[in-house]
Every structure is written in C-alpha cells, then in structure tokens.
C-alpha cells in the first residue's frame, strides 16, 4: 500500500484492518504463539492515542447508557465513574495508554487474559474501564467507524 493521502483516516483504516488481518491469520499459530491482544493494546497508539492529537472534535459526545454499550459489544465491560460519553472514555483510554497504566487480568490460574485494565495514573489509579477481553475489539470496531464517519462527514 502507498502513501497516505489522508493520514488521520487513513492510519485508523489501517490499524483497524491491520487487526483483522492478524484475526483472519490466528489459527495458524499455536495458542503460546497467539498475539491477538499484544497486537491490539499496541494498536491502541495508533486508534486513541495518535488521533486525539488531530481529531478529539470528530470524537462523538454519545452517552455510555447500559443500552449503548450493549449495542456496541461492551456488554459486561465496566465504565469508571466520572466517564459519561464515548469522548470521556476515549479521553480517559488515550492517557492511560500513553503513560502505559494498563493492567491485564486472569480470572484463574490458567493466565489467559480474561480483563484489560485502564487506569488514571493522575487521579489515585481510578478506573478509567475494564473492558472483557473478548469485548474490546468490538469497541475499537465501533469508535474507529464513528469517528471515520464523523471525519468525513466534517472534512468535506
């Protein structure tokens, strides 16, 4: 693929095939060599992190309803309190990703990654969102949609 011709839509477009790629390929490695959520908290840079630099105004204020987050796949992910719409949370994920306060837990001895965690490293490690692993790539599915839609609605 060649070079950018609109970095901000362009980066999100790739990253977001870039992890389905990899989800197509994953049969072919053996479980201890399957990166799926290695491969998708690095790519969090690329969807919260890198856009909120450009793009915060194209982030919806959607409100995070128990509905809402159903219909998005976040089901039985949990919101940290204060964080009221879909901008709060991308806010509140962006600077957790990028001072790396993330936590992933195991919900037994097996040390499969059951929960990711987010936490705010400027309010006493609040929870900023726990997200069911298997849950996660549903959210960045929907946010990285929206605000593709939203830049483009607004670009234009």
């Not at 992190?49 to 796949?73: A, H, N």
């Not at 705010?120 to 599915?141: H, M, P, V």
Request: proline share 2%.
């Amino acid at each position: 693929m060649g070079n950018y011709h609109d970095l901000e839509s362009e980066f999100i477009e790739r990253t977001m095939r870039l992890i389905s790629q990899y989800y197509e390929t994953l049969d072919r490695y053996v479980f201890e060599e399957q990166y799926n959520y290695t491969l998708t908290i690095n790519c969090l840079l690329g969807l919260i992190v890198m856009p909120k630099e450009r793009v915060m105004p194209y982030i919806p204020t959607i409100r995070l309803t128990t509905e809402f987050r159903k219909e998005i796949g976040m089901e039985h992910s949990e919101i940290g309190t204060g964080i009221v719409t879909l901008r709060d949370l991308v806010k509140g994920l962006r600077h957790s990703v990028a001072h790396f306060a993330i936590n992933v837990i195991s919900e037994d001895d097996r040390n499969l990654i059951d929960w990711i965690e987010f936490k705010d490293t400027q309010n006493n490690d609040l929870l900023i969102a726990r997200f069911k692993s298997s849950e996660l790539q549903a959210f960045l599915k929907y946010y990285s949609g929206c605000l593709l839609e939203n830049l483009e609605r607004n670009r234009n």
